[in-house]
Nanobody, 122 residues
Framework: QVQLVESGGGLVQAGGSLRLSCAAS????????VAWFRQAPGKEREFVAT????????YYLDSVKGRFTISRDNAKNTVYLQMNSLKPEDTAVYYC???????????????WGQGTQVTVSS
């Protein structure tokens, strides 16, 4: 069982930056791909970015490319999401999730964190 805990959310002005962290309890964390998803009020949860277990493969939602960077430190069992040039439309609860398979469909992510709120003011 993998337990995931997100942190780093908060309130920031448009154009600002935040770094989210996703800490895992599992010692074999490097065998899991991890993704960030987000859910804005009244909207469906959407994929944001994902990284393979080794960190060698990355994939992003088009609207965050060039602004967000996903990375991981397997020695610390942690995945990060660096978010720069934030926009009000990035406001959402951000979740990290783990899967045995890179670029899984959302339903294949077996482990989820509790979410962290990101609010971008205009």
């Amino acid at each position: 069982q993998v337990q995931l805990v997100e942190s780093g959310g908060g309130l920031v002005q448009a154009g600002g930056s935040l770094r989210l962290s996703c800490a895992a309890s599992e010692r074999t964390f490097s065998s899991y791909a991890v993704a960030w998803f987000r859910q804005a009020p009244g909207k469906e949860r959407e994929f944001v970015a994902t990284i393979s277990g080794s960190g060698g493969m990355l994939y992003y939602l088009d609207s965050v490319k060039g602004r967000f960077t996903i990375s991981r430190d397997n020695a610390k069992n942690t995945v990060y999401l660096q978010m720069n040039s934030l926009k009000p439309e990035d406001t959402a609860v951000y979740y990290c999730a783990a899967s045995r398979y890179y670029r899984s469909s959302m339903s294949d992510y077996a482990y989820w964190g509790q979410g962290t709120q990101v609010t971008v003011s205009s």
